[in-house]
């Protein structure tokens, strides 16, 4: 005959298994939706703050690239715009390098023309919008792999990771990519499961705009795809099976299209793929040990660790699609080995791959809660309470880092830089971002003296030279030599003798100094 107690553990005990195998959250349905609509907003306020700062605070070269091309186009259509400064940011705009199709500046200009002017809170606007979505996907796709509250780990992870948090609100594809990429996850998981044409269009759709937006979303399209394959279905069986090959065509023809036109038809992008690939790399130690310190700086040794970790946790109907991430990611970074080694946002990816890889864990610990203590309401409010608060610290932690510097008043150097020597022309100049800032807020043109990593990308490319040959064909026919970068200013120290010693000072300002080559 069993007692109250033990009527009551058995009830617990049946709740416990009833839970575990239907899959359901740890708390209840509306404490659930509650903790996924705050993840969301506080997601959201965070990449608002300090929005009209100037986008300097996070690969500025890159995003000022992006920013010169869309006010070109933006001044194009723009009659009412001075002539002089809109035929500079048209020729400013056409000889800036092309490889993937300008996508975000072109919907950044729809937003220009609506507001009136080429305001760069817009562009910042649009990432934080294409990495909430993504943030969307995650949570859905995640759901579907794993469990709910899987998908709470994941999506926390996703939408408050430092590093994730600056580059959503960077004026550069890889946001409209990377939620692309978790749209196309979302979709060929729910393909995998339910093997419907809708789900079949749908993820080939998302994969193919990914891959032309950015072409190195391939990686992760067709190693999430051939993880399916080999992992579930089989060669033989994908082989027979029409729905692969239209997610596969319809991934593929966009970007197949674009660059025909490109290479064959124009010829604009038959010069974009070279200086890109160093194969020798992949013999060197410190090629991965560099890997490993930019994925650091990214993610973080201990979110590495238990990326890793919950790969191998992870459901083993389920895990396939991820190894195929995993891998799809490794053969990216083999073959952009130098980029991959010196640019840290070239892993902004694997912050996808990692927040789902990290799925299992949170699915996991959420069964280890029922077991050990159930899921009472005080319970519940006990470990989502502990949830919000990690989000939140790390929401005040960012927040301060992102009001900790305002870039607003070098506008004001460079404009005036601008002014001091646009009527002098023939500018050489060590300068931040080659010379885009100079370009953007100072209108002015400039030949670009190279740093030490430029130096050293061109002895890796073979063109060696000496400092006198580097000046000599770097200032013939300049008349000045302008100085903005300190930092390198005081690296490049034969520069800095060589300047002091021959050339007089044409004008100093504050972060900037003028060298007069004409005498």
Not at 137 to 157: C, H, K, M, Q, Y
Not at 288 to 293: A, D, G, H, V
Request: with cysteine; proline share 3%.
């Amino acid at each position: 005959m069993c007692d109250a107690f033990t009527l009551i553990g058995c009830k617990e005990s049946c709740n416990r298994k009833t839970l575990m195998k239907n899959n359901n959250s740890f708390f209840s349905n509306k404490l659930y939706i509650l903790i996924v609509l705050f993840i969301f907003a506080l997601g959201l306020g965070i990449r608002l703050v300090n929005l009209t700062n100037l986008p300097l605070d996070f690969h500025p070269t890159r995003q000022l690239f992006s920013a010169l091309k869309a006010r070109g186009m933006y001044y194009q259509l723009s009659p009412e715009i001075n002539n002089w400064q809109r035929e500079m940011a048209i020729s400013q705009w056409k000889t800036l390098a092309t490889i993937e199709p300008p996508i975000v500046e072109k919907l950044t200009v729809l937003g220009y023309r609506v507001a009136g002017r080429a305001d760069l809170v817009i562009p910042r606007v649009y990432s934080i919008l294409f990495w909430m979505f993504g943030g969307i996907f995650v949570f859905l796709a995640v759901r579907r792999l794993i469990s709910p509250d899987g998908a709470l780990l994941s999506l926390a992870f996703y939408l408050f990771l430092p590093y994730g948090v600056f580059a959503s609100r960077s004026f550069q594809p890889d946001p409209l990519m990377i939620a692309l990429i978790a749209g196309f996850i979302w979709a060929v998981s729910a393909w995998d499961e339910e093997q419907t044409w809708g789900w079949a269009i749908l993820a080939g759709l998302f994969g193919g705009l990914a891959i032309l937006v950015k072409t190195v979303a391939v990686f992760f399209v067709a190693g999430g795809a051939l993880g399916i394959v080999f992992g579930g279905m089989g060669l033989r069986k994908a082989w027979k099976n029409i729905q692969i090959w239209s997610i596969a065509l319809l991934s593929i023809m966009p970007t197949a299209i674009y660059f025909f036109y490109g290479v064959v038809m124009s010829g604009d992008l038959a010069q974009q793929f070279s200086g890109r690939f160093f194969p020798e790399m992949l013999l060197s130690p410190f090629f991965y040990l560099r890997w490993e310190l930019k994925l650091n700086e990214v993610i973080g040794h201990l979110s590495i660790v238990l990326s890793f970790l919950g790969l191998l946790l992870f459901r083993q109907k389920k895990q396939s699609l991820i190894i195929g991430l995993w891998l799809g990611y490794i053969v990216y970074g083999m073959v952009f080995a130098y980029h991959f080694s010196t640019h840290d946002y070239y892993q902004l990816p694997f912050i996808l791959v990692a927040a789902i890889s990290l799925a299992s864990l949170g699915d996991i610990f959420s069964k280890i809660f029922v077991e050990r203590w159930g899921n009472s309401l005080s319970r519940q409010l006990v470990v989502g309470g502990l949830l919000l608060f990690a989000v939140v610290a790390t929401s005040w932690s960012v927040r301060a880092e992102l009001r900790a510097v305002d870039f607003r008043p070098q506008a004001d150097t460079y404009a005036e830089i601008g002014n001091l020597l646009r009527p002098e022309g023939g500018v050489i100049s060590l300068s931040d971002d080659y010379g885009y800032r100079l370009a953007y807020w100072g209108w002015l043109r400039t030949m670009h003296w190279p740093s030490l990593g430029d130096l050293g990308y061109q002895q890796k490319r073979g063109k060696s030279q000496t400092f006198a040959q580097v000046f000599e064909s770097n200032t013939n026919g300049r008349s000045f030599f302008l100085v903005t970068d300190m930092a390198e200013w005081e690296l490049q120290t034969e520069l800095q003798a060589h300047l002091v010693e021959r050339y007089p000072l044409f004008a100093e300002g504050d972060g900037y100094l003028v060298f007069d080559l004409r005498q």
